[in-house]
């Protein structure tokens, strides 16, 4: 710019801004991404959901927890859906995620099934995130529109999956940390933990909440004991959500406030702290509940994206290109 004028310099500056704010807007997610370029990926993932509820209703629940922990770590960026390489140690083999996390076959076949429709155009972050909400509607719980146009990691983290994902061993000021981290505040925080509407946990995640701790129901406790023995029986299951395990509903609150939460930190929640209150709302008032939730799930598949040309879109979800 040696030969231009000051306001000549000043005018390239300003039109470089502009492109970047360009390229910023851009790059933002939006539902109708992928209108021209796949106009039926909602369909094919729906139609794919409906069917895996329709045959094991635990699996819907599996996929809203993918999403979280996908999202949680990194960003919405596929990077929980990698397997391991040789040169690479990737987040599902993490404590919170080994012998866990499930639903990564379901999101292969929707993959194939979009790949056929579409190639080399949809993200699997993309289609996790769409999965996810068909979940929540499919088992009872809201609707809303998923913005999309993420774009796929070359790779994952172990540590910053072990950083991130919180344990059900976490207080409500380290979930509360945790989930400040990520710019979600109390109210995502206590509205996202209503997922544990569905769903189960096993034993091992659950023993020291109903073996020695006081804020549990006697009854509660003693009912729980016998599907997860003193020691042994890890991989024992049981509903996150007694009342009604498979419907998307607020008695996951419910149970709460008459200390029948199956995890130390949902018990969390509801023990005299700051989300005591919430708790209270969303027991009484599914409309809130389901306003808050679906806000929060947006404000979690907003979590650093991979726009523009960043990242990729993975032929193989389990697999960089
Ligand atoms: C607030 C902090 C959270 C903690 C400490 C936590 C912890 C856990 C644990 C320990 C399990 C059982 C895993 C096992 O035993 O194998 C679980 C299951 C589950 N979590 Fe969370 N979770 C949290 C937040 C969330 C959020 C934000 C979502 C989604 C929006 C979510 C969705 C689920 C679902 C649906 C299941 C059941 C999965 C299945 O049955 O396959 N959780 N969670
Ligand atoms: C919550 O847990 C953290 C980390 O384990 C600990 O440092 C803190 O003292 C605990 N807070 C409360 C209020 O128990």
Redesign the pocket.
């Known amino acids: 710019m040696a030969y231009l004028s000051g306001r000549q310099r000043l005018a390239v500056v300003a039109a470089l801004v502009l492109c970047l704010a360009a390229g910023a807007a851009r790059a933002q997610l939006s539902p109708g991404f992928y209108s021209a370029t796949c106009p039926a990926v909602e369909s094919i993932v729906r139609a794919a959901m409906v069917r895996v509820v329709g045959q094991e209703p635990?699996m819907g629940?599996?996929l809203?927890?993918l999403?979280?922990h996908d999202c949680f770590v990194n960003g919405c960026d596929g990077s929980v859906l990698l397997d391991d390489t040789p040169t690479m140690v990737g987040e599902k083999n993490v404590a919170g995620n080994a012998?866990?996390l499930?639903g990564y076959e379901v999101v292969d076949a929707i993959k194939s099934s979009v790949e056929a429709a579409c190639r080399a155009t949809v993200s699997c972050a993309d289609i996790v995130a769409l999965a996810a909400r068909d979940a929540v509607t499919l088992l009872g719980g809201p609707s809303w529109q998923v913005a999309l146009g993420r774009r796929d990691s070359r790779t994952a983290s172990m540590a910053a999956a072990q950083a991130d994902l919180?344990?059900?061993s976490?207080n409500i000021s380290t979930?509360i940390a945790k989930?400040a981290a990520k710019g979600l505040d109390l109210r995502d925080?206590t509205a996202?933990?209503g997922?544990?509407t569905?769903?189960?946990?096993?034993c091992?995640?659950f023993r020291q909440h109903v073996y020695n701790e006081a804020n549990v129901d006697p009854a509660f406790a003693m009912f729980r004991r016998r599907i997860c023995p003193a020691s042994g029986g890890d991989s024992n299951l049981a509903a996150?959500d007694p009342t009604s395990p498979n419907r998307f509903d607020v008695s996951y609150y419910r149970d709460l406030m008459v200390r029948r939460a199956l995890?130390h930190?949902d018990q969390e929640l509801f023990n005299g702290g700051p989300a005591d209150d919430l708790v209270r709302l969303y027991s009484n008032n599914g409309g809130a509940f389901n306003r808050d939730f679906s806000a929060a799930?947006v404000k979690?598949g907003n979590l650093s994206p991979l726009t523009g040309s960043t990242g990729e879109i993975r032929l193989n979800c389990r697999r960089a290109n």
Do not use: E, T, Y
């Open positions: 635990r629940a599996s809203i927890r999403f979280f012998n866990s499930r919180p344990p059900a976490d979930l989930f925080l996202l933990s997922a544990h569905v769903g189960s946990a096993r091992v995640n996150l995890l930190s799930m979690l």
